[in-house]
Nanobody, 110 residues
Framework: QVHLAESGGGLVQTGGSLRLSCVGS????????MAWYRQAPGKQREFVAR?????TTSYADSVKGRFTISRDGVKVVLQMNSLKPEDTAVYYC??????WGQGTQVTVSS
């Protein structure tokens, strides 16, 4: 069983930055594709960013140029800059397309 734990969410003003972290059990972060998704109230969960075991990254168009996904040891990090109110959501970490963390709330005030 893979365990994922997100942290780093919070309240920030428009234009601000937040750094989300997801710690994974064992070697999951370094050996599987890790991704961040988000779900805003009343909306479906959507893809945000992905990093493959090779290091290749991909991003949703809505966050490209503002968010950066990376690995740091046993955790995957999502650096979020130039935040907008529409980035407000619960952010979830995903491993291998199968396992999910509990989520961390990000709120961007206008």
């Amino acid at each position: 069983q893979v365990h994922l734990a997100e942290s780093g969410g919070g309240l920030v003003q428009t234009g601000g930055s937040l750094r989300l972290s997801c710690v994974g059990s064992g070697s999951v972060v370094s050996t599987t594709t890790m991704a961040w998704y988000r779900q805003a109230p009343g909306k479906q969960r959507e893809f945000v960013a992905r990093i493959r075991s090779s290091g290749t990254t991909s991003y949703a168009d809505s966050v490209k140029g503002r968010f950066t996904i990376s690995r740091d040891g046993v955790k995957v990090v999502l650096q979020m800059n130039s935040l907008k109110p529409e980035d407000t959501a619960v952010y979830y970490c995903n491993s291998g397309g199968t396992f999910w963390g509990q989520g961390t709330q990000v709120t961007v005030s206008s």
